[in-house]
């Protein structure tokens, strides 16, 4: 599994883990800084998720990362970590290669260190030929390719650039029920008007009509 070789070339790099469960393996570097690999997720061979604390505001952001506000995401597992405690937020970075975690472990490094953390690009050069990308591999969107949501409903309040990519990653950029690419939204599972929130467990990938349909349900 590629999530234990992160785990192990992680722990190589900083030492062992000092807390492992079923959801979790967590690092705790130093006092202050921690790294958290998921091990209940995915459930693909082929990449990782890796928890790290959201960096000092005189930092940019990774572009690699993904950001979560307060404890969306998260394991209750991922708390007792040093710079991921309850409701501070994180960044979510889903390691696909080599290159990547050696960038990720350069960051980690850099942030310790409290030095200008070098570039943490997502690795874009295809691996794979198209032919053979299916629904069950993790699709790389290129966010700027994203066509612009197109509520049905206007939205009452915008939802985070960060949780439309993970959300359209997640969906395969395709209507989670009848697998149509045409005319997406994205759908509040729990409407907005009852109090659903703009969180990746609660948005989802409709189609126009899909949308429409479950409009009619309810
Ligand atoms: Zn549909």
Partial sequence: MFKDHVIDKISEEFGAPSRKTVKVTALDIGSNFGVVVQTDQPNKDDYAFVWLQYPPDSESLPEIALEYAEESGRHSN???????????????????????????????????????????????????????????????????????????????????????????????????????????????????????????????LLCERCNLLKGNRI
């Fill in 78 to 204: 991922t708390y007792p970590s040093p710079g991921l405690e309850q409701g501070k937020p994180a960044l979510k970075i889903i390691v696909t290669c080599a290159e990547e975690l050696a960038d990720l472990i350069s960051y980690t490094h850099a942030i310790m260190s409290f030095k200008a953390p070098p570039e943490f690009k997502a690795n874009s050069s295809p691996d794979s030929d198209p032919e053979s990308i299916t629904e069950d591999i993790l699709i790389r969107v290129d966010v700027s390719s994203m066509p612009k949501p197109q509520p049905i409903k206007p939205c009452r309040e915008v939802i985070p650039r960060a949780v439309q990519r993970e959300v359209w990653q997640r969906d395969g950029g395709r209507c989670v029920e009848c697998n149509s690419n045409a005319k997406l939204c994205f759908d509040h599972i729990v409407p907005f008007s009852k109090g659903g929130s703009n969180t990746v467990r609660n948005l989802q």
